[in-house]
């Protein structure tokens, strides 16, 4: 009887493959080819239009994680990414040369009043608002492949222009401790005439410390009660939140 279980487990360790190299690719998102560093919709920090839906451009870059990121298409040839942990068609990751680089979603329209997965970079539109500018570049391809995410919707996609320059970009939370992109002018805001650059991160508001002085796109926009004459200013990030520090170059 002995000898006869050590002739079955002989005969099933025949059949059981030899466990080799390990395929690091059998479970993982292989990392990207190609990348968009020299793309000059990326050097520009165009907004682009994938699946129908409008992404901004942002500073947060992030290492590639092949765990958690699928790809969801190309945009220009260039593959396109989403975190499968982060709310389907919030962000989208661009390959660069430093890791991968965050496009968002302006929470407006349906979105509005809505934060997604995590703190938006841009800020949280109480209402809906004006649609954005047309952004230069083409339509991405969707290939939605090991996502369990839905596919949007098709909408009209403007008609791809070399010169049309999207509006700027709402003021941001937060700035990560990363380097921005080389030959860009990083996140910044349009006010009062002039570009303002955004100078560190947000802080509580006090009314003995801010004065109001104007809005950005309906955001309350203060001084510093102690510096009134510098060439600084401060933005909501969210209705009645913090404030993030602005500075005129």
């Known amino acids: 009887m002995r000898t006869g279980w050590v002739v079955v487990v002989l005969f099933v360790v025949t059949l059981v493959p030899k466990s080799g190299k390990a395929q690091v690719y059998d479970v993982a998102t292989p990392p990207p ?8 919709w990326q050097v520009n920090n165009d907004a ?10 942002t500073g ?23 975190d499968k942990t982060l709310e389907p068609y919030s962000v989208i990751f661009v390959p660069v040369a430093r890791g991968m680089r965050m496009y968002e979603r302006e929470r407006v329209g349906a ?9 938006p970079t841009f800020p949280v539109q109480p209402t809906p608002t004006i649609p954005p500018e047309t952004p230069v570049g083409t339509t ?4 939605n492949e090991g996502l369990n995410v839905p596919v ?5 996609i403007p008609t791809p222009t070399a010169t049309v320059t999207p509006s700027p970009a709402p003021a941001p939370t937060h700035i990560e401790t990363v380097p921005l992109p080389r030959a860009t002018d990083g996140v910044w805001i349009r006010y009062d005439g002039a570009k303002w650059y955004s100078d560190g991160a947000a802080v509580p508001f006090s009314a003995d410390r801010f004065a109001r002085i104007g809005t950005y796109r309906g955001f ?5 009660r102690a510096r009134p004459n510098t060439r600084e200013i401060w933005v909501a990030v969210v209705l009645d939140g913090p404030l993030a520090p602005y500075a005129r170059r």
């Not at 979105?111 to 703190?119: E, K």
């Not at 991405?140 to 290939?143: F, Q, T």
């Open 152 to 156: 949007a919707a098709e909408r009209p």
């Open 48 to 57: 682009i239009v994938f699946q129908g839906i409008v992404y901004y451009p």
């Open 220 to 224: 309350p926009v203060f001084r510093d």
């Open 111 to 119: 979105l509005a009043g809505t934060t997604g997965s995590q703190t």
């Open 33 to 40: 080819q190609v990348t968009a560093t020299a793309a000059q």
């Open 60 to 82: 947060f870059m992030r290492p590639f994680d092949g765990n958690v990121m699928g790809q969801l298409g190309y945009f220009d040839n260039v593959p396109v990414y989403a």
């Open 140 to 143: 991405g391809i969707a290939v």
